[in-house]
């Protein structure tokens, strides 16, 4: 069993920035792919982001070039970089190990026009 908790969401203006975390516990070693999902109110999880255990990284086109995912396997945490956010990126954010199937909880996050 691995488990995730996202953290790092919040309120924020368009434009500005936010740091996501994902911190994975439990047989670890498992862990492979993750990805970074969000769901907006009334629309269905969609994928934003991906990172392979090896490093290499997919986005889907309306976060290219905004948000960046990287990794840290010595902390188990997988990151996600929001930059120049729009209103259009609230959504609760959740993290999902691919091995393992296991998600967090989500985290919110708004951006204000």
């Known amino acids: 069993q691995v488990q995730l908790v996202e953290s790092g969401g919040g309120l924020v203006q368009a434009g500005g920035s936010l740091r996501l975390s994902c911190a994975a516990s439990?047989?670890?070693?498992?862990?492979?792919?993750v990805g970074w999902y969000r769901q907006a109110p009334g629309k269905q999880r969609e994928l934003v982001a991906t990172?392979?255990?090896?490093?290499?990284?997919n986005y889907a086109d309306s976060v290219k070039g905004r948000f960046t995912i990287s990794r840290d396997n010595a902390k188990n945490t997988v990151y996600l970089q929001m930059n120049s956010l729009k209103p259009e990126d609230t959504a609760v954010y959740y993290c999902?190990?691919?091995?393992?199937?296991?998600w967090g909880q989500g985290t919110q996050v708004t951006v204000s026009s």
């Open positions: 999902n190990d691919f091995t393992t199937g296991s």
């Open positions: 439990g047989r670890i070693a498992s862990i492979g792919a």
């Open positions: 990172i392979f255990k090896l490093g290499n990284t």
